[in-house]
């Protein structure tokens, strides 16, 4: 089985930088992809940033110049680095890491969610 925890949350004022990590624990896993989503209230959940193994890194247009996702393999952790924070950015942020167990079928493995707050 394999967990996943999210950390690194928070309020942060406008302008400002929150890092966003995902860590998943287990045995005999590996990482094939990874995927940053936010949702907003009232709003539809949104892919911010992702890569596949071997692939460059995709973000949306929103966050481009300001996010850049980044994994430390010896780690088992993937980031989030959020810099120049506004309003719009407020979201309930979700990892998804593409994982197989034992060399068996990928699945998506979802972190908890976690809160981040652009406010003055």
């Known amino acids: 089985q394999v967990q996943i925890v999210e950390s690194g949350g928070g309020l942060v004022q406008p302008g400002g930088s929150l890092r966003l990590s995902c860590a998943a624990s287990g045995s005999s896993f590996s990482i094939h992809g990874v995927g940053w989503y936010r949702q907003a209230p009232g709003k539809q959940s949104e892919l911010v940033a992702g890569f596949t193994r071997g692939s460059s890194s995709n973000y949306a247009d929103s966050v481009k110049g300001r996010f850049t996702i980044s994994s430390d393999n010896s780690k088992n952790t993937v980031y989030l680095q959020m810099n120049s924070l506004n309003p719009e950015d407020t979201a309930v942020y979700y990892c998804?890491?593409?994982?197989?167990?034992?060399?068996?079928?990928?699945?998506?493995?979802w972190g908890q969610g976690i809160q981040v707050t652009v406010s003055s």
């Open positions: 998804a890491l593409a994982i197989s167990v034992g060399g068996l079928e990928v699945k998506v493995y």
